[in-house]
C-alpha cells in the first residue's frame, strides 16, 4: 500500500510576552493546491482541529481569484456562512474547490469540496486588517486519519469516529 502521509512543517514558535512559563512549538501547515474555476493558488493551511470547516483566508483568496474576489456580495451571496471562532465572527462564501496534496511518497491526493472564502476586514481607519492564515479544518481532516507522534514514547491517534465499546472499558 503506498504511503499516503501528507507532510506538515511546523512553524517555529513567536516570541511573545508570556506572563506565566507557557512553551510554544509552533503552529502546524500543510501545503496544497487549491483551484476554484480554472484559477489554481498554492496555499499554506494552518492544521486547525478546532475549525468546523476549511476556510481560505482573505489574503490567499484575493490571490487565487482576483478580481473575482473583489465581485463577492459577502452580504447577499446564496452560499454566504457567518463562522464564528476565537476571533470573533466572520462572513464567508462557500465555493466548490479542488484541493491537492502531495504525500510523503510522492503521490497527489485530491479532494473535491466546498471550501469557505474569508471576507476582507477593514479596521475603523480604513485600513485592512491583517488577514488569519487559511485554515484547514474538521470538514478535511475527518476524512483521514490525525496522528500525533509525541516526543514522548507513545502515539496519540485522533479520530472522528466514536469510540467502541471496548475501549471504554
Request: glycine share 8%; charged share 25%.
Amino acid at each position: 500500500m503506498p504511503d499516503v502521509r501528507v507532510p506538515v512543517w511546523v512553524e517555529p514558535p513567536r516570541r511573545r510576552y508570556q506572563p506565566l512559563q507557557m512553551e510554544s512549538f509552533g503552529r502546524v501547515f500543510a501545503d496544497a493546491l487549491v483551484a476554484v474555476g480554472s484559477r489554481e493558488w498554492f496555499t499554506r493551511f494552518l492544521i486547525d482541529t478546532g475549525a468546523d470547516f476549511t476556510i481560505l483566508s482573505a489574503g490567499d483568496a484575493e490571490d487565487l481569484l482576483v478580481d473575482d474576489y473583489l465581485a463577492i456580495d459577502f452580504e447577499h451571496d446564496p452560499f454566504r456562512v457567518v463562522v464564528g471562532g476565537i476571533g470573533g465572527l466572520m462572513r464567508c462564501v462557500a465555493r466548490e474547490a479542488d484541493l491537492a496534496f502531495r504525500t510523503e511518497g510522492g503521490d497527489a491526493i485530491d479532494i473535491r469540496t466546498p471550501i469557505l472564502v474569508a471576507e476582507r476586514v477593514y479596521l475603523p481607519d480604513g485600513r485592512r486588517q491583517a488577514a488569519p492564515p487559511s485554515l484547514l479544518g474538521r470538514d478535511i481532516l475527518g476524512r483521514g486519519a490525525l496522528t500525533l507522534a509525541w516526543r514522548l514514547p507513545a502515539e496519540l491517534e485522533l479520530s472522528n469516529l466514536p469510540p467502541t465499546p471496548s475501549a471504554l472499558r
